[in-house]
């Protein structure tokens, strides 16, 4: 049974990073690429970023170009996605997601930017 | 990047009602669209993927059709559990990009 769990809860302030993992167990990591989707309170599902979990390729949202880092630990069947310069807009829910016909999500990670 | 519009914003239908909910591209994705409901609290779950097929587990009342630009999800007869928010995702091109969403009400 596919199980992706995400990092806890995060309280950051303006300017600061944030590393959220997602670690995936009951598949070998490197079989689908993984994804990033964030949700701001009350708003849209915002699509971020990709990796190719096999090679470590990656793929940006234009929005998060040089700001947001997506990697893997192969033996560690984990993926993370950094996010530097944070602002109070970046408050929300960050979740790992597989997508695809094989849809597997994380169960969302909370960012908080705040002073 | 392929921005995705849908519509209407808020559907307020009653259970035992046909919902029909719109995705509309800004340029051809082929079948590379996706429908996921959400609910409050919860991540997303695909119910439909290259736009026609159901995805596993998902009840045989809901169905979607389209292909290039426009797109339709639709729940033959509502059940009280589909009240929630829709969104269709395409991934024919990167960025991927989602819908702005429909919530579905009850009336």
């Known amino acids: 049974q596919v199980h992706l769990v995400q990092s806890g809860a995060e309280v950051k302030k303006p300017g600061a990073s944030v590393k959220v993992s997602c670690k995936a167990s009951g598949y070998t990591l490197t079989s689908y690429g993984m994804h990033w989707v964030r949700q701001a309170p009350g708003q849209r599902l915002e699509w971020m970023g990709w990796i190719n979990a096999a090679n470590g390729n990656t793929k940006y949202s234009q929005k998060f170009q040089g700001r947001v880092t997506i990697s893997r630990d192969t033996p560690a069947s984990t993926v993370y996605m950094e996010m530097s310069r944070l602002r109070s807009e970046d408050t929300a829910v960050y979740f790992c997601a597989t997508l695809g016909i094989m849809d597997f999500w994380g169960q969302g990670s909370l960012v908080t930017v705040s002073s | 990047e392929i921005v995705l519009t849908q519509s209407p914003a808020t559907l307020s239908l009653s259970p035992g009602e046909r919902a029909t909910l719109s995705c509309r591209a800004s340029q051809s994705v082929s079948s590379s669209l996706a429908w996921y409901q959400q609910k409050p609290g919860q991540a997303p779950r695909l119910l439909i993927y290259?736009?026609?097929n159901r995805a596993t587990g998902i009840p045989a009342r809901f169905s979607g059709r389209g292909s290039g630009t426009d797109f339709s999800l639709s729940i033959s007869s509502l059940e009280p559990e589909d009240f929630a928010v829709y969104y269709c995702q395409q991934s024919s091109t990167w960025p991927y990009t989602f819908g702005q969403g429909t919530k579905l009400e009850i009336k």
């Open positions: 290259h736009a026609s």
